[in-house]
Structures are given as structure tokens and as C-alpha cells.
């Protein structure tokens, strides 16, 4: 059968079949490099699954809900690899995608972490991976699943409180992305907007039961030959900054607590083969930019902040527990010159740049 004649077969089924079928064709489709088809499988998706042919917003809900039921089954089959599973979920997600898909990402999302599918998050954790933890995708499916399980509860479910059993590097790479989100702003006219209390908690717990879950993403990637693996990259940056930046304005008690949790999660980072990939002396350079700008703001009081203080030691212990674990990479000597440059000083921080400037 030709592929006009296969689309053809399709439009005369129900929609829902019709992407069930056509999720069999991508999957039988996809490891075949021959010219053209690419191309078919992108224009399978796009007509046959997301129905992009069709004016924008002329999808019903009932009509998204047996889709994400379509897809929910498919990556739930026993007998799909790993490999394959991957594959087809980048093309489906991968890339710049319109609204309408990350409509149904997070829905997908959603209705995994509910009903802990772990075939489907590790899926959703590998794409998170593969666009990078910045880009569009990751930071709306982040957005909308901290409104979905967090702003409007006022207990972690269970099923959140599971993730990290469930699907470790969904759970890692979820942290991850939320980092992103919260006390992150390098504008003096932004407030810095700190993350949920229910989040905190819940990541805190997170790393305290297992401190290695912040390198869940460290182990390798199963994606097909020729696709290539992007950079690595963990949360302990964006939470070093949260405990760090948070002493600022804060006086919580679970950020000491998270501050804990990071530090017994960087003693587990010491690479066992290799070089360095858990900690990226650029992450914590922003750190850095977000501390000069808030001091600044604080004018002459800084200097006898105990808030100010407070926020540099946490950061002086994190970069000495991470340069003990070997665990920084990147341009370190460039990290040293920002921190030497941190006002007002900080005693522990210049006992921490004179051991790594000694060694």
C-alpha cells in the first residue's frame, strides 16, 4: 500500500483508531533511514494524531482525552523496547512544537504520574533530556504540572511523594526543570518569586530518602543509533541556588533542610570513571550575578545582614563539598574570580578559595 493510499485508509476511520494505527506505522517506521520517510512519519503525526490539518482549537476535549488514553496504551505495551518507546515520543514531542502538543504532553504527564506509568515517564524524562531543560517544552510541562499537583493542594500526593521509586530520572529531570522557575530573576525591578512551600517540601524529601536521585540523569540514554545524546545536566545547581539566594529574603526552616539534603547529594556525586559532569561552574556563576544584584539593593546594611551572611556561608559549603567530591566542571578558575569579587566578605567563602587557589 502506498502512503497516499494509507492516508487515504486512515480519514475514513474514527480518530481515536486512526491514531492508534498510525502509532503502530511511526513505530514500524522509525528505525528505516530510507529517504522520504521521515518526512511520512512527521506528516502521520501531525494529521493523523494531533490533527493539525484542522483549524486551531477545533479539537474537542473529549477528543484530547482519547488521545492521551491512545498514547497512555501504546507506551504501557509490554512487548515496545525502550529504544523504540524513546524514538517515537521525541518525534512526537521533540523539537519547537505548537501549544495544541504541549496541551497533550501534559496531560499525558499528568495522567502518568496519577496512575504511576512508569513506561511513560521515563519517556517524558528522556524527552526533557533531549530538548534541554530551557527550552519551551520543559519549562510550560513544568509550569503546568506544579499547578496541577502543587499550587492548589496543600499535601503532596502519594503519587507525587512515589516519583522518584516510579521513575527516577522523570523525577530528576522534573526537578530540574522547575529550578528554573524560582529565584532565578537577574532584574533589580522583579522580585524574586519563591517556589511553592509543598514543592520545597516535597524535593527536600526527595533527596533526603535518596541522595543520589539529583544523578538519576547521569545514566545513559536509550535512543536509537545515529541520535545523538545531549549534555547532562542535574538539579544540584538550580537547588544550591534556591537554599543559597532564598537566606536572602527567607527564614524558612526547610530551606536549611534542603541545604542539608543538597550537601549529602554532592558527597554521592564524586565520579567513579571519567571526568566531572554533575555540577557546571557557568550554573553557579549565576548565583553569583543574582547574590551582587540583591546586595546592591540592600545598600549599606548588607554588610551587617546576618541574612546576607547566612547565604554565603551555605554557598561556601556547597562549592567546598562539591570541589572535594570533584564533582564541578567546566571554568573553575573563571568561578574563583566571581566569587573573590562577592561583597560584603564572607570568611568561610575566602577559606574556600584559598584551599582550591593552594592546591
Given amino acids: 500500500m502506498s502512503s497516499h493510499e494509507y492516508k487515504l485508509a486512515l480519514r475514513k476511520l474514527e480518530p481515536q483508531i486512526a491514531a492508534r494505527d498510525c502509532l503502530l506505522k511511526v513505530e514500524s517506521l522509525v528505525f528505516n533511514t530510507a529517504r522520504g520517510k521521515q518526512e511520512l512519519m512527521m506528516s502521520l503525526i501531525s494529521e493523523f494524531i494531533f490533527s ?8 474537542s476535549s473529549l477528543q484530547e482525552f482519547h488521545l492521551v488514553l491512545a498514547l497512555s496504551d501504546y507506551f504501557c505495551k509490554s512487548s515496545l ?9 521525541i518525534l512526537l514531542f521533540g523539537g519547537t512544537i ?15 504520574i496519577s496512575a504511576q506509568l512508569s513506561q511513560v515517564l521515563n519517556c517524558v524524562g528522556t524527552l526533557m533530556q533531549q530538548v ?8 510550560e ?6 499547578q496541577d499537583f502543587v499550587v492548589f493542594s496543600s499535601k503532596a500526593s502519594q503519587q507525587l511523594s512515589d516519583l522518584p521509586k516510579i521513575a527516577p530520572r522523570f523525577a530528576c529531570n522534573f526537578m530540574t526543570a522547575v529550578t528554573c522557575l524560582y529565584l532565578v530573576e537577574t532584574n533589580q525591578k522583579s522580585p524574586l518569586i519563591e517556589p511553592p512551600f509543598l514543592l520545597l517540601e516535597l524535593f527536600t524529601n526527595w533527596i533526603t530518602e535518596n541522595p543520589s536521585l539529583c544523578l538519576a540523569s547521569q545514566q545513559p540514554l536509550m535512543l536509537p543509533s ?9 538539579p544540584l545547581a538550580g537547588l544550591i541556588r534556591w537554599s543559597c539566594v532564598a537566606a536572602l529574603i527567607s527564614k524558612k526552616e526547610i530551606y536549611s533542610k ?29 548565583i553569583v550575578t543574582i547574590f551582587q544584584l540583591r546586595v546592591e539593593e540592600m545598600g549599606k546594611s548588607a554588610d551587617k545582614s546576618e541574612a546576607v551572611q547566612l547565604s554565603l556561608e551555605r554557598f561556601a559549603q556547597c562549592i567546598q563539598v562539591a ?3 570533584q564533582c564541578i566542571y567546566g571554568n573553575i578558575p573563571q568561578l574563583i574570580i566571581r566569587l573573590e569579587s562577592l561583597r560584603p566578605t564572607n570568611q568561610l567563602m575566602q577559606i574556600v578559595i584559598n584551599n582550591y587557589k593552594n592546591n
Wanted: charged share 10%; glycine share 4%; hydrophobic share 45%.
Fill in 132 to 139: 534541554g531543560f530551557q527550552s519551551v517544552t520543559s519549562i
Fill in 258 to 286: 534542603l541545604h542539608l539534603s543538597i550537601l549529602q547529594s554532592l558527597l554521592q556525586a564524586k565520579p567513579v570513571t571519567g571526568p566531572p559532569v554533575a555540577l557546571n561552574a557557568t550554573h553557579l556563576q549565576l
Fill in 98 to 112: 505548537s501549544p495544541a502538543r504541549i496541551s497533550v504532553l501534559t496531560k499525558l504527564t499528568s495522567t502518568a
Fill in 141 to 146: 510541562l513544568a509550569k503546568n504540572l506544579v
Fill in 81 to 89: 523496547p525502550e529504544q523504540t518507546s524513546n524514538a517515537v515520543f
Fill in 323 to 325: 570541589m572535594a567530591s
Fill in 226 to 234: 545515529g541520535m545523538l545524546s545531549m549534555p547532562n545536566e542535574t
Fill in 52 to 59: 493539525e490539518h484542522l483549524p486551531p482549537h477545533s479539537i
